[in-house]
Structures are given as structure tokens and as C-alpha cells.
């Protein structure tokens, strides 16, 4: 994998709240507790008052339930393990066209094109708490990507 695809997974997996949580956040439940087993996505609606929704998302890059059920057919994925779990976020890049501004460096260009898959990315749009793009591109050269122009 290139060094700026797994530096921007790490930023994705900080900005969410997963990073260095549990197993590396890839047993992540939305709102801070742990799931047993990687066999299938948990498929736990957490409740979240503040919002007013219950959220299915989980792992690392908190996938919701019904995504990873896509991405399971889709990329013929055995489980929602680590390697799954980040197949399925590079699918999410890929389709944002912003692999290539990644591999790059490109940085900036690549989260704001990803904005819409992620709620915690600046500009989500979700109403939930959203990084600033200096947060995420520092966790970015945190985990070693290199930011070109």
C-alpha cells in the first residue's frame, strides 16, 4: 500500500475517533465501546440523543451496517476484519475520485473530495462534529504522507 494511502486511512481512523483505540480501532463501535469478532459487521444500532439517530457505524472507519453489506458482495469481502474494513475505505477514496490526488499528496483535494463519506471530514455535512483541515492533514504528516501542492 502507498505510504500516503495508509497515512490518510490513519487520519481518517484519528479523525473519526478510532485511531489507537482497542485493536487500532478496527473493533470500534460509534461512541467509544468495543465489539467481540470480526466474522460479520456488529450490526449494533447505537443510540446517539444528541443527534437523534441510532448508527450502525463500526471498525475503524465506522462503516455502517448497510454499507458494508454493498462493499461485502461488492468487493467479495470473507468478514469485516482489518484488511476488509480497509479495502472497503479505499473503495470509498476511489469512488470520491480522489485516489490518484492521494497518491500524489494532494492532500486537501483528497479530503475534500472525500468529505461526503466520512461525517467527522471539514464540510460533512452530517451535523456532527467535524475536524478542521488542519487537523486532518496534521494527522496526516503524523503518519508519514507527504503533502504536495
Not at 476511489?94 to 461525517?119: F, P, Q, T, Y
Request: glycine fraction near 10%.
Amino acid at each position: 500500500m502507498n505510504k500516503n494511502m495508509r497515512a490518510i486511512l490513519d487520519a481518517i481512523a484519528k479523525c473519526e475517533g478510532t485511531l489507537g483505540k482497542g485493536d487500532d480501532g478496527y473493533d470500534v463501535l460509534c461512541g467509544g465501546k468495543f465489539f467481540d469478532g470480526y466474522k460479520d459487521h456488529p450490526r449494533i444500532a447505537v443510540d446517539l440523543p444528541n443527534l437523534g439517530i441510532k448508527s450502525t457505524a463500526a471498525g475503524r472507519y465506522q462503516i455502517l451496517a448497510r454499507y458494508f453489506d454493498v462493499y461485502k458482495k461488492q468487493l467479495n469481502l470473507p468478514d469485516f476484519g482489518k484488511a476488509s474494513q480497509d479495502a472497503i475505505a479505499i473503495q470509498l477514496i476511489k469512488e470520491c475520485h480522489a485516489l490518484e490526488d492521494v497518491e500524489a499528496g494532494r492532500i486537501e483535494s483528497a479530503i475534500k473530495k472525500c468529505s461526503s463519506r466520512w461525517a467527522s471530514l471539514p464540510n460533512a455535512g452530517y451535523g456532527q462534529h467535524e475536524q478542521k483541515m488542519s487537523f486532518v492533514i496534521s494527522a496526516y504528516r503524523q503518519a508519514g504522507g507527504v503533502v504536495n501542492a
